[in-house]
């Protein structure tokens, strides 16, 4: 069953459900990355450490821009341009860049605290250190006397991370204006192109309780002027504006006549005098102390010195400084990221699954001896085996519900993130969901999400077409993106499918070309999608925040390699690509139907099953090479004889199999020619290649409830077996 989520049906969606598993997801990032930074050599930096700090930090930049997190995103996108300069040796690692990213770590699991904590207050600006890493990825060396917080090798800084941002006022100290809505006009200007200015209008409308934003007529051609109604403090819109245009550009003044709130107008030298004009001129360090009645310390006049450090801060080179006093109470108040699992070692729950079946093998041998008791002389006891089989019951349900998560979980994250995507590129994306109940072990389902994300981003960055492209085309204004998930025989296929305009075997083969790659025109189309898979390849023209770095795809390959699992591409040029993850089934619950042929019991998953009939053999119709077909309502499919695959011998030869039952894989359908349906039950799955050996036809096994071990059918292989 499937489901669409429409481009603006994600504002109704809540994610908050999935919170909790980016946080921990984000913090183990987070420490990983931090004991690398700690770890790297300067002189000799290794490839792979360089690639895995880089993969930490996108990981972390692709849930926080999924959840909406944008400081986080952000910053992390930040940290994540200087990192790919450095993987790529464009640049070579000092001192002040590991500096730099572990100060913004902490700066980011700060950020990720305050989110979890669900608090509303302004959180610390990151505006100097999106500088500083900026100036760092453009080559820029700090001067020596800059004040440049030393490492810490010898252990990590403990949590929680003291606030990174200097120049953000104490969380304890009421922000100015916060009492009610300000009526503000923002001046942006003198602009290289006007359209700059669009971006600011976009702060407000993606930033909720920001506040609202009107266009004013300007006076000056170069210049934008709008009526900004906000609880924000004008230290806080500058930051916000920072982004986008410099503070140069930007003055803001209170639409009261006479009431100017910022550029230094009206202000005097005796003003300034007032609140310690060392502020402006002295390095941050030095500030600390410097005056009393700073705001924020005990018994200075803290509303009246705020009044005027606000009125001055925009215009001029003063930064507030915190006092230690203040940072320190910060720290030990911050919200600590808290975790509400516990993790427990794989092997652990693979015992006690083990554990389980076990008990149910043994259940099931005591309840088959007991079916020969007198129920009056032994009645306590058949009550007693009663409550054993239902807690038995009841105990492997939950057990295996340790492991299993539905991939709903999984497909859940994507419909906020494509609907942002999509309003960012300016495209109409309907997202639609097939196959949510499928269960995956809880190990593969964390390893799949972030080179889902991947291949989601991938598909609405390159696949999907602008709106007037697709018009022009032909096609709907609204492009598709499918994702399903299916038990297909031994393996478990995700399908991540588009209907934009697909690969270009000639632009992927230039780029190769380009790169030095052994590539020729000769080359199969599905060699040439592989192509796409090298590390740092990409077709992109320019690096955006979604995608361009080249990172991504080889992630992608990367993580379904060590899960053994393949990743094909399928293509059309102009109508589209899908992408399909093929996972070995390790663990997983599935419904299944057993079937007896003989004495052999096998179990056909039930997802497969279309229909069972009784048929007479002279509905069976020999052709070729011995090969059998059987009529279904006007349509001619194969038969399989199982008894026949699996040579299983006959203890009367005189009986043969009348059962057929039609099972259906990758579009196509066979008949299975058997004995007996035994039923429908629940089968935990298990590897038998891993146990045993592979086997052809076959996907795994599981154990019954008398002890027997069933063997579960590869459809897929029987069905491309019939076909060939």
């Not at 806080?236 to 982004?243: G, S, T, V, Y």
């Not at 109508?575 to 003989?598: C, E, F, N, Q, W």
Request: charged content about 25%.
């Amino acid at each position: 069953m499937g489901e669409t989520y429409q481009e603006g049906a994600g504002a109704d969606f809540d994610l908050s459900q999935f919170y909790q598993i980016f946080f921990e997801e984000a913090g183990e990032n987070l420490d990983q990355m931090e004991h690398m930074l700690l770890d790297l050599d300067l002189e000799k930096a290794d490839d792979e450490e360089l690639n895995g700090i880089f993969r930490c930090a996108h990981s972390i930049k692709g849930g926080a821009a999924t959840f909406g997190f944008s400081d986080v995103a952000e910053l992390t996108h930040q940290m994540e341009s200087l990192l790919d300069r450095l993987r790529r040796h464009e640049l070579q690692p000092i001192p002040q860049m590991v500096d730099v990213l572990l100060e913004s770590a902490d700066a980011s699991r700060s950020l990720l605290a305050r989110h979890q904590a669900g608090a509303q207050d302004e959180p610390p600006s990151t505006a100097h250190l999106v500088k500083r890493i900026s100036e760092l990825a453009a080559g820029m060396v700090p001067a020596q006397g800059a004040p440049v917080e030393a490492p810490k090798p010898q252990s990590p800084p403990p949590p929680p991370p003291a606030p990174i941002a200097q120049a953000a006022p104490p969380a304890s100290s009421a922000p100015v204006g916060a009492t009610g809505p300000r009526q503000l006009q923002v001046r942006i200007g003198p602009l290289d192109r006007i359209e700059q200015a669009d971006a600011i209008k976009e702060l407000f409308r993606d930033i909720p309780g920001l506040g609202s934003i009107s266009d004013l007529p300007s006076d000056d051609a170069a210049s934008r002027l709008f009526a900004v109604e906000t609880s924000s403090t004008d230290s806080d819109l500058l930051d916000l504006f920072a982004f986008h245009v410099s503070k140069e550009q930007v003055q803001i003044s209170a639409q009261a006549a006479g009431s100017v709130a910022s550029a230094g107008e009206g202000l005097t030298t005796q003003d300034l005098e007032s609140v310690g004009a060392e502020v402006a001129t002295g390095p941050a360090d030095e500030a600390y102390g410097f005056f009393k009645n700073a705001p924020g310390s005990p018994g200075g006049d803290s509303a009246a010195a705020q009044q005027v450090l606000q009125a001055i801060e925009p215009a001029s080179a003063v930064t507030r400084i915190a006092p230690k006093a203040a940072t320190e109470a910060k720290a030990g108040s911050q919200a600590q990221m808290e975790s509400t699992t516990i993790r427990v070692a794989v092997n652990k729950v693979d015992q006690l699954i083990n554990l389980v079946g076990e008990l149910v093998i043994t259940q099931a041998m005591l309840a088959q001896n007991s079916l020969g008791l007198d129920s009056a002389e032994h009645q306590q006891l058949l009550a007693g085996l009663a409550d054993l089989d239902r807690n038995t019951r009841d105990l492997q349900e939950s057990v295996m519900s340790i492991r299993m998560i539905p991939m709903s979980i999984v497909f859940s994250r994507f419909p906020r993130m494509l609907r942002d995507l999509a309003n960012k590129l300016g495209k109409k994306v309907d997202l639609v969901t097939l196959g949510e109940a499928t269960e995956l072990d809880k190990g593969l389902v964390e390893k799949i999400t972030d080179p889902l994300t991947h291949l989601v981003r991938n598909s609405g960055d390159h696949g999907i077409e602008l709106p007037a492209e697709r018009l022009a085309k032909g096609k709907p204004e609204h492009g598709t993106i499918t994702l399903s998930a299916s038990h297909q025989g031994g393996s478990i296929v995700i399908d991540v499918k588009d209907d934009g305009k697909g690969l270009s075997r000639e632009k992927i083969l230039s780029k190769a070309r380009e790169r030095g790659m052994d590539v020729s025109d000769q080359m199969s189309d599905a060699d040439v999608w592989q192509l796409i898979f090298a590390p740092g390849f990409s077709t992109a023209e320019v690096v955006t925040d979604v995608s361009g770095r080249g990172v991504g795809m080889d992630v992608v390959k990367r993580n379904i390699a060590a899960l053994n699992g393949t990743v094909e591409i399928d293509s059309s040029e102009g109508y589209g690509t899908k992408v399909s993850v093929r996972l070995p089934l390790t663990l997983a619950i599935m419904d299944g139907m057993s079937v007896g042929v003989d004495e052999e019991v096998y179990i056909l998953p039930l997802s497969s099953v279309v229909e069972s009939f009784q048929v007479n053999p002279d509905d069976v119709n020999t052709v070729a090479q011995g090969s059998q077909l059987v009529k279904v309502r006007d349509e001619y499919m194969p038969v399989i004889a199982l008894e026949r695959i699996f040579q299983v011998p006959r203890l009367d030869p005189q009986k043969s199999s009348t059962i057929m039952v039609v099972v259906e894989a990758d579009g196509n359908r066979v008949a299975l020619l058997v004995d007996e349906l035994l039923g429908q039950h629940q089968v935990v799955v298990k590897n038998l290649e891993s146990n045993y050996r592979k086997v052809p036809n076959v996907s795994g096994a599981t154990i019954l409830g008398d002890g027997r071990v069933a063997l579960i059918l590869d459809i897929g292989g029987l069905v491309r077996r019939a076909r060939h």
